[in-house]
């Protein structure tokens, strides 16, 4: 099971059982599901979903998968970090995925968290792609993904069963391959 490297304030640990009360802390924030999903998630669909597609990605062994990230000066779980992919096909490419509680904003945790999984992706697990959804209207984590590197490469249009606020102006995807992020470095 390969995990992303520590970056200078940040280390990474597979996510588990263990992290359930931070996830959920986050999926119960109003200010962090802005631009998601409006219906706080349950305990028990935290622990059978996210949670076990962690656990199944990492004993696949390819290196992708959900990480905690915890900060290295107070040992506190802050968020999590996701590289995930299909399972069962060859994987070339992954979705880049972060979260973190609102305490943390505004510190440049999210970009250092996200270019850590960019420098893993290339040069531990070998992809050929990164990619990003968000909302064309979460500025904040567009802006994230430019600071990493990304460019935006469309906004498309998903026909959602209930829209957010904002979902008439798209969602963006934004992605990166390892040539270009080498040239970045």
Known sequence: MTTPADTERL???PLGP????????????????????????????????????????????LGIGFWAIVDKA????????????????????????????????GKGLATEAAGGALKHAFESVGLQRVFAHTMFVNRRSRRVMEKIGMAH??????????????????EV????????WRQMR
């Open 74 to 105: 107070t040992d506190a779980t802050i968020g999590w970090l996701e590289l995930s992919a299909p399972l069962g096909e060859p994987v070339s490419e992954a979705e880049l995925g972060y979260r973190m509680l609102p305490a943390w904003w």
């Open 18 to 61: 263990e992290h359930v009360d931070v996830l959920i802390a986050m999926n119960s924030d109003s200010t962090v599901m802005e631009f998601l999903d409006p219906e706080p998630t349950t305990r028990g669909e935290l622990e059978a979903g996210i949670v076990h597609y962690a656990r199944t990605c990492m004993g696949k062994g």
């Open 173 to 180: 995807e934004y992605a990166i391959t390892p040539e270009t």
């Open 11 to 13: 280390r990474f640990e």
């Open 153 to 170: 490469v469309r906004t498309f249009f998903p026909n959602w069963e209930n829209p957010l606020p904002g979902s008439e102006h798209g």
